[in-house]
């Protein structure tokens, strides 16, 4: 399995940006059966699930609901992340991320830990 994330930088509050994920080696279809999503970890903080999408539902923490938006590209097998109005408090290294099967763990979801994850891609946002 690979995950390889690209697009992030550095943006002034209110501004966005878009993640992608290039992803091989699971299912990557419409129907979504192995789980994928976003993990971000602020500098010095926790990691906290962004947004993650299988079979049953698309999710997305309600720090980010309204202002984010998770896709895919089924045919590309690419992951996006659409960041609109971002915040300071948004800034992180944000992580693409997958898991055989369904993104249902032993914690809420969205989803923070994965069997397997990308290199990340550092996201800046200045007040």
């Known amino acids: 399995v690979r995950l390889r994330e690209s697009g992030g930088g550095s943006v002034q509050a209110g501004g966005s940006l878009q993640l992608s994920c290039e992803i091989s080696?699971?299912?990557?279809?419409?129907?979504?059966?192995?789980?994928v999503g976003w993990v971000r970890r602020p500098t010095g903080g926790q990691s906290e699930g962004v947004a993650d999408v299988d079979s049953d539902q698309l999710t997305y923490a309600d720090s980010v609901k309204g202002r984010f938006t998770l896709s895919k590209d089924n045919a590309k097998t690419i992951l996006y992340l659409q960041m609109n109005d971002l915040k300071p408090e948004d800034s992180a290294t944000y992580y693409c991320?997958?898991?055989?099967?369904?993104?249902?763990?032993?914690?809420?979801?969205?989803?923070?830990?994965?069997?397997?994850w990308g290199h990340g891609t550092r996201v800046s946002v200045s007040s």
């Open positions: 991320a997958a898991q055989l099967g369904s993104c249902l763990g032993e914690k809420a979801r969205p989803r923070v830990e994965y069997t397997f």
């Open positions: 080696g699971i299912i990557f279809d419409a129907e979504n059966r192995d789980c």
